[in-house]
């Protein structure tokens, strides 16, 4: 037993040294403006993921090295062994509340990182919103319409789109994916281009895959799928992200709403915007 207590005195007695909190800090630092500097070049969303909210860091993606989660991380675990080494006198009160706000504020970080999440609610006038948007993310939709109004939505996830896998035994019918593409240009095709049976935008368009641009709010996402119904195939589809008019197939005489959009969360309310005042 006695051992086991010199070991964990002589670990916590590394974690508060003075030296380590020092070069962490140092590094954290450092973090702070890569990240900073990297959000110009990639964008708020990419550069949070990739120095701010990740455990570790990677150099021209080969290097590992300490992110900010691990780097305060250990911090935090700092703090906490200074104040089981610091003796709990009247005349240390000071450093004690110091130490233990310091801790809480990197507690509250984590979980705050763990569980929350952004989004947007957009509301043209006189309307109302019972969902937020994330507009670092999208999703593929196909929804009944029911006398001009959406009914029951089937959504597929964008992490499925980017691995092609778009099955889902709740689908009307049958979709296999050809292209995607997160942020994609319309190219024209030759007015004699009817290669693959094309409906709607396919008939006069292909999406191209560009870079992504930094922020989200600036990509389009695109996808290009073949549309099985009953009867076999029903040809070759093509929709991109807020497209002026919805791309709308029918069958077995259904009618059904297929859409690329920001990734909706459902809220137990709904907003309504009656009035609005804008004051420069």
């Given at each position: ?72 991380f250990f911090i ?33 970080g984590f979980i ?124 070759l589809y093509a ?42």
């Amino acid at each position: 037993m006695k051992p086991f207590k010199e070991k964990t005195l002589s670990l916590l007695r590394i974690l508060s040294n003075s030296r380590v909190f020092a070069f962490l800090l140092l590094w954290l630092m450092v973090i702070l403006v890569a990240g900073t500097i990297a959000e110009k070049a990639s964008g708020l969303y990419v550069a949070e993921q990739s120095y701010f909210s990740s455990a570790i860091l990677w150099l021209w993606d080969l290097v590992p090295l300490p992110g900010l989660l691990t780097v305060a991380f250990f911090i935090f675990l700092g703090l906490v062994a200074r104040l089981v080494l610091e003796e709990w006198r009247w005349k240390n009160l000071g450093t004690i509340i110091i130490h233990i706000g310091a801790a809480l504020l990197l507690f509250g970080g984590f979980i705050s990182t763990c569980v929350s999440s952004n989004g947007m609610m957009v509301i043209p006038h006189g309307e109302s919103r019972n969902y937020v948007e994330d507009s670092r993310h999208v999703e593929l939709v196909v929804a009944e319409i029911n006398d001009g109004e959406t009914g029951h939505e089937i959504r597929i996830p964008e992490e499925r789109l980017e691995k092609g896998n778009i099955g889902d035994s709740h689908l009307p019918f049958k979709i296999a994916l050809i292209s995607w593409c997160r942020n994609c240009a319309l190219v024209r095709l030759p007015a004699t281009a009817t290669e693959g049976d094309p409906h709607g935008v396919a008939l006069n368009f292909v999406l191209k895959n560009i870079p992504r641009a930094a922020e989200d709010e600036n990509n389009r996402a695109g996808l290009t799928f073949r549309l099985f119904n009953t009867k076999g195939s029903d040809g070759l589809y093509a929709i991109f992200q807020d497209m002026p008019i919805p791309e709308i197939v029918t069958v077995a005489g259904r009618p059904y709403l297929i859409a690329i959009r920001y990734r909706r969360s459902a809220l137990p309310f709904s907003i309504r915007l009656d009035h609005f005042k804008e004051e420069l």
